[in-house]
């Protein structure tokens, strides 16, 4: 599919729209980072409510991710396609689960998901070799979101917070 018969695809069709983190993912340089700040207002939104719903809303994205992923993952013919980030969008909610509030917050939860999400340490690069379609788009950034959240906490635990 060429670039731009896909970029009208995205903008056209809900499943496209959503794969692509609302349009983030057709930006050209680093659609994984844009797709991650695309989750910024979904966090503000999800942060104004109880954990137990934020951590029920972001299951059902997941669930939603593994869905419209693996079907472009199928129509693309493109294992993991870089223009899909709706995993990128629910591993940095996941990541923000239960954080403290507040800008400083949000960069660092930004930066710690980044960093597992493109370093890949084991077994996150196994689950991203190994399990295809929308299941292994999702996975790999719900794993890098585990550590990622847990250091985040350890951080606002260490300041008292």
């Known amino acids: 599919m060429q670039i731009n018969r896909l970029s009208v695809r995205v903008w056209q069709d809900p499943v496209y ?3 692509f983190g609302f349009g983030s993912g057709l930006l050209p340089i680093a659609p994984g980072t844009w797709g991650t700040i695309a989750a910024f207002p979904l966090y503000f939104l999800l942060s104004t409510y109880s954990l137990p719903i934020y ?5 059902l ?3 939603l991710g593994v869905y419209v992923s693996g079907k472009v993952v199928n129509d693309l ?8 980030v709706w995993d990128e969008v629910v591993g940095y909610l996941l990541t923000m689960a239960g954080a403290p509030l507040g800008f400083f ?6 930066l710690l998901f980044r960093l597992f999400d493109i370093w890949k340490p084991f077994p996150i690069s196994l689950i991203d070799k190994h399990v295809h379609g929308g299941l292994g788009v ?14 985040l906490r350890s951080l606002a635990w260490t300041f008292g917070l």
Do not use: E, K, N, R
């Open 17 to 19: 729209f959503i794969a």
């Open 55 to 59: 951590l029920f809303v972001t299951a």
């Open 77 to 84: 013919g493109i294992h993991d396609y870089s223009g899909i």
């Open 105 to 110: 917050w949000m960069i660092m939860g930004f």
């Open 138 to 151: 999702m996975l790999d950034d719900l794993l890098a979101a585990v550590p990622a959240c847990l250091l």
């Open 61 to 63: 994205f997941f669930l």
